[in-house]
């Protein structure tokens, strides 16, 4: 039996449907009958916002058919007829607004979109079709929308981003229409949550900056259930519910959880589909912090963030990490029966020791470590207490690693890396140039008292018993090259461990009117405390002037760099960047009774090649490079450097740069040709592993 419903009805129903671009596109389809009421309905705005027309745009596939047969008003942003736009709407109840923006913020587009949702219909219905070129969107195009959600219904957003400019998106999005598409967008800047019925669909979207859910009745995973490839969300506060309850975080492989407080009871978070790591941040004003009821049994790694220099106490509490074996606590301490509860596995750690109380928890791991990298503030002028060290107690780690940024750093290295270190494979030491470049002279009577300079004024390294020394110079931060480990000396495996990053204050006009007020977050003083004791490190940093007394008896030298001796006993294996064997303040004084067994030169080559325009140049170069680095081998640094076997590393694979067939066959046999003829007895490998049968220039592609 065939029904047929009254057209009212029909005419009813596709009006209630206008609030889909899909839908509407649809019903388009079916009939000329169709056709003609969407066409009485509907209209397209065309927004022109900068040189390129809106014609050159993309949208959503199979969008044509309806966006290419109704009316349209084609605006440009610098140049709006008000009257106009506002004779042509008037008659319409869906309107398609479609945008084309070269431009990151625009005055003039925000001004247009506010003109325009205060002049359409009653009860319209509206949806955007964004296309940006430069990958940007700022929430306050939208701020004329959230005053009028009243008058208008505020159906589609769909957000068409360039995948071609390789840049990242810095795009804000309030979930302020009923659903969300994101289409070429793999990063956006901030997300929020104002409406949990919202739909976001983005199946590209890998990284969320920030996060945002003004309503926590909806869990997160059901928000997100529509971004299947989401791996990260950067920041996101701690979801609140009544205790008891369980909130689900969506799946992803990273997520931070900021802003904790102890003054509020937090459902049991659900982390099940968190699956590598997990930062927890306290806000400022916490003390005593208490993480409670956290299921996170499949991350591996997790991370405390402190907002400030304090060491502190923190509890973990009915927490699951079965699967955590990476732990980086910064400043703080976490009880070690804390640790045990959670079913922590751990063999890597990351410290930052300030004081006598971690270094005694430090002694107290019950865990076989395999990887410590201990670190203090990043800060020039903090205070620290001295701590006294016992030298009875011993440490047992299989690899250790320091950042050398100032003498306090040093003097860590020295009692900790070497006079309690029982059994350790691999020490990695990064002196950054701040050490380098800095200038001694006014606390070397400190230095001294404490062991860490000689009488020239050097700062003194000394070395324990180690199989392998992996030293790095370093112009920046970026040591990912020392962490990843190169297995062509040593095969420990070691995996990144990344320092507590300082939060930053970001201005973004997007930002303006949407969110709240914005927060400062300042760093409090450790000199407010008046319980720290700071004997060496006030005097390293301050001289006599910490204590409101200043030297006049002490003129600063200038331009003058330190020198970084290096001595003690031998290790089997010694890795270096080229920046370090090129040192001439890095100075060794090994004890000569052992030999060397591998001496290796890393050198990565990619940061000398984008500039370079042919292959010709670019071998040229790297030819050179071996050169200037065979020339320091046998320069007076190294005339006594008792070593046995010695090879230089050249580094494409790292990078993951793609390397012609031609440029590799090229490079090879230059280097063996110009070795030759330099009378340098040096075989060319190519990905070999632990091959030192030969002295040799190692090439990894």
Known sequence: MKMELPIEIINEIISQSGGSCETLNSWFQLSTYFQEYVKR??????????????????IPKGFHPIL???AHYYLVTDNIDGDELSLFLEDYKNIIIIIHTTRNYSDPLNSALGFIVRICYQGAKLSVIYNTSVNYLSRLYFREFI???????????????????????????????????????????????????????????????????????????QILI????????????????????????????????????????????????????????PSLRSNNVEFKNLEFPNVKSLTLRLKDSMSRSVRLIDCNFKKVEILNIGSSIISWDDIINSFMDLNSLS???INNEQYLWLQKCPFKLKFVNITSQEKEFAYYPLPVYNNQLRLSFETISFD?????????????????????????VNISNELVNRTLSKNDKVLKKYGLVDDQSQIVLTL????????????????????????????????????????????????????????????????????????????????????????????????????IIIRGHTPENIVMNDETFCCSNIIWNLDHSRQVQALQVLVDPIPFLPGIDNT????????????????????????????????????????????LPDFKNILVSTLERELLATNQNLAVLINCQNNFQLNSVLLLF
Request: glycine fraction near 4%.
């Open 616 to 659: 010709e140049n670019k071998i040229k170069l790297l030819v050179e490079l071996c050169q200037n680095i065979l020339d320091k081998k046998n320069s007076t640094i190294f005339a006594d450097f008792n070593y046995l076997k010695f090879q230089i590393v050249i580094d494409f694979a790292f990078s993951g740069t793609a390397i």
């Open 464 to 563: 324990s018993t180690i199989k392998c020394l992996k030293v790095f110079k370093k112009n920046s931060g970026d040591i990912r090259r020392i962490y990843a480990g190169h297995g062509h000396v040593n095969t420990l495996n070691t995996k990144t461990l990344n320092n507590p990053n300082a939060s930053q204050f970001r201005v973004l006009i997007a930002r303006d009117t949407l969110v709240a007020p914005y927060t400062m977050l300042i760093d409090q003083e450790l000199s407010e405390n008046t319980n720290i004791k700071s004997d060496l490190a006030s005097e390293l940093f301050f001289g006599n002037q910490c204590h409101g007394r200043t030297s006049s008896s002490v003129t600063p030298k200038e331009d003058v760099k330190t020198n």
């Open 404 to 428: 050398l940024i100032n003498p306090w750093r040093c003097y860590l290295f020295n009692k900790i890396s070497l006079d309690n270190i029982k059994v350790i494979d691999t020490a990695i």
């Open 226 to 281: 529509n971004c299947p490839s989401l791996l990260s969300i950067d920041s996101c506060n701690f979801p609140c519910r009544f205790a008891g309850e369980s909130y689900k975080l969506a799946k992803c492989e990273n997520i931070t959880l900021e802003f904790f407080n102890n003054d509020v009871r937090y459902p049991v978070i659900d982390g099940t589909e968190v699956t590598n790591s997990l930062t927890l941040e």
């Open 351 to 353: 410290i930052n020791i």
């Open 147 to 221: 005053h009028s959600r009243k008058r208008v219904r505020l159906c589609e957003l769909y957000i068409i981003g360039n995948s071609l400019i390789g840049e990242e998106s810095m795009c804000d999005i309030c979930m302020l229409f009923e659903r969300t598409y994101l289409q070429n967008i793999d990063t956006i800047f901030s997300l929020e949550i104002q409406d949990e019925d919202h739909e976001i669909f983005a199946t590209s979207l890998a990284t969320i900056k920030e996060l945002n859910s003004i309503s926590s009745k909806k869990d997160l995973s």
């Open 68 to 70: 290419d047969n109704l």
């Open 41 to 58: 309905e509907t209209c397209i705005v065309l927004i022109q916002d900068g040189p390129e027309k809106v014609a050159n745009c993309d």
